[in-house]
Nanobody
Framework: QVQLVESGGGLVQPGESLRLTCVGSGFTIKAYHMAWYRRTPETQRELVAFIHTGGSTSYAASVEGRFTVSRDNVQNTLYLQMNNLKIEDTAIYYC????????WGQGTRVTIST
């Protein structure tokens, strides 16, 4: 059974950084394209970052150059390094197998505020 546990969120000020972690179980992260998503009360779940099984990555335009997705195949863990955070990055962040709409974790809340 696929399980995903996100962590690392918190409350930070604009310009600061956070590193999100997603631990997978019941499957092997390196065998799947993986993605980070975020959701706010006003928006649908938005694709933020994508990592191909081959290692290539892509990002939403709003986070390009500030966010970096990576994975640790030994730890079966996905990461999202978020730098120069902006107020509009405030959201609940989720990871999942790309294009899969089941088995969502609880997410991790990221709040950017002065």
């Amino acid at each position: 059974q696929v399980q995903l546990v996100e962590s690392g969120g918190g409350l930070v000020q604009p310009g600061e950084s956070l590193r999100l972690t997603c631990v997978g179980s019941g499957f092997t992260i390196k065998a799947y394209h993986m993605a980070w998503y975020r959701r706010t009360p006003e928006t649908q779940r938005e694709l933020v970052a994508f990592i191909h099984t081959g290692g290539s990555t892509s990002y939403a335009a709003s986070v390009e150059g500030r966010f970096t997705v990576s994975r640790d195949n030994v730890q079966n863990t996905l990461y999202l390094q978020m730098n120069n955070l902006k107020i509009e990055d405030t959201a609940i962040y989720y990871c999942n197998i790309y294009n899969r709409d089941t088995d969502w974790g609880q997410g991790t809340r990221v709040t950017i505020s002065t």
